[in-house]
């Protein structure tokens, strides 16, 4: 399909999200790939409004034609738009942006997140010694509920999915420094950890600049391999505050 999406059409799954998602009648929820309104026709019956992302034109003209003042409908592409505030994130993804969008949410205020992955992808997200299951863990507790067979979709996707519920993790006091550390993508490892550690540790700059004399690594931290991303994990650790 030209978007790489496959919408829900298994209406005990869209039930099983909703419910997953426990959803308060205070609460502002996102949906990201809204399509045919499936899903969003059952978020708005829980929630204050529901802010509902769709990239495809036609789709959305469909969309707001749901007759629902509690929705608000975005025509954009969920990785280049600002999200509005948002208490919960609801939503069967376009499959192709599963990485980006895990990386997007490290940056964003949430509750939780229930969303729809294809099971290679949470495999890489869980299992796999990658970039990404390294940031994701730091930033989420992740849990994996029920898998979502191809039939429960159309058109059906070739692999099977599996609904999984992201919430951000509280952490300590140098994993928060790593998380700021992350966040700071285009900066240069060293400036970037420089901030970090003032932010998170409440020490001076020039405590700091003696803390990182020796600190040899000089690339963005967004180019860092998992490789240097351990190695600067293990020095943040081995800091004594």
Same mark, same amino acid.
């Not at 949410?105 to 099971?119: G, T």
């Not at 994993?175 to 900066?187: A, G, S, T």
């Given at each position: 399909?030209?978007?790489?999406?496959?919408?829900?059409?298994?209406?005990?799954? =869209?039930?099983?999200?909703?419910?997953? %998602?426990?959803?308060?009648?205070?609460?502002?929820?996102?949906?990201?790939?809204?399509?045919?309104?499936?899903?969003?026709?059952? *978020?708005?019956?829980? %929630?204050?409004?529901?802010?509902?992302?769709?990239?495809?034109?036609? *789709?959305?003209?469909?969309?707001?034609?749901?007759?629902?003042?509690?929705?608000?409908?975005?025509?954009?592409?969920?990785?280049?738009?600002?999200?509005?505030?948002?208490?919960?994130?609801?939503?069967?993804?376009?499959?192709?942006?599963?990485?980006?969008?895990? /990386?997007?949410?490290?940056?964003?205020?949430?509750?939780?997140?229930?969303?729809?992955?294809?099971?290679?992808?949470?495999?890489?997200? =869980?299992?796999?010694?990658?970039?990404?299951?390294?940031?994701?863990? =730091? $930033?989420?507790?992740?849990? *994996?509920? /029920?898998?979502?067979?191809?039939?429960?979709?159309?058109?059906?996707?070739?692999? =099977?999915?599996?609904?999984?519920?992201?919430?951000?993790?509280?952490?300590?006091?140098?994993?928060?420094? *790593?998380?700021? $550390?992350?966040? /700071?993508?285009?900066?240069?490892?060293?400036? %970037?950890?420089?901030?970090?550690?003032?932010?998170?540790?409440?020490?001076?700059?020039?405590?700091?600049?003696?803390?990182?004399?020796?600190?040899?690594?000089?690339?963005?931290?967004?180019?860092?391999?998992?490789?240097?991303?351990?190695?600067?994990?293990?020095?943040?650790?081995?800091?004594?505050?």
């Amino acid at each position: 399909m030209k978007l790489d999406q496959h919408f829900i059409i298994d209406a005990n799954v =869209l039930l099983k999200i909703t419910e997953l %998602a426990k959803i308060k009648k205070n609460e502002i929820v996102l949906e990201i790939g809204a399509g045919t309104g499936n899903l969003t026709k059952l *978020l708005l019956n829980k %929630a204050k409004f529901v802010y509902a992302i769709e990239k495809d034109e036609k *789709l959305f003209s469909e969309l707001k034609k749901i007759n629902n003042k509690k929705l608000k409908p975005i025509l954009g592409n969920a990785l280049k738009i600002n999200f509005p505030n948002f208490d919960k994130l609801v939503a069967d993804i376009p499959y192709s942006i599963s990485e980006p969008l895990i /990386q997007r949410l490290i940056y964003e205020d949430f509750k939780l997140a229930v969303l729809l992955f294809p099971e290679n992808f949470v495999k890489t997200l =869980l299992e796999k010694n990658t970039k990404l299951s390294l940031i994701s863990k =730091l $930033f989420f507790e992740i849990k *994996l509920d /029920q898998e979502v067979f191809p039939e429960s979709f159309y058109p059906k996707p070739k692999v =099977l999915s599996r609904i999984v519920l992201i919430k951000p993790k509280i952490t300590k006091k140098h994993e928060l420094i *790593l998380k700021e $550390f992350i966040k /700071q993508r285009d900066k240069k490892a060293k400036n %970037a950890l420089r901030e970090a550690i003032i932010r998170g540790s409440g020490k001076t700059k020039r405590e700091v600049r003696n803390i990182l004399k020796d600190f040899e690594i000089d690339k963005k931290v967004a180019s860092l391999s998992l490789k240097e991303l351990k190695k600067i994990r293990k020095f943040v650790n081995s800091l004594n505050f």
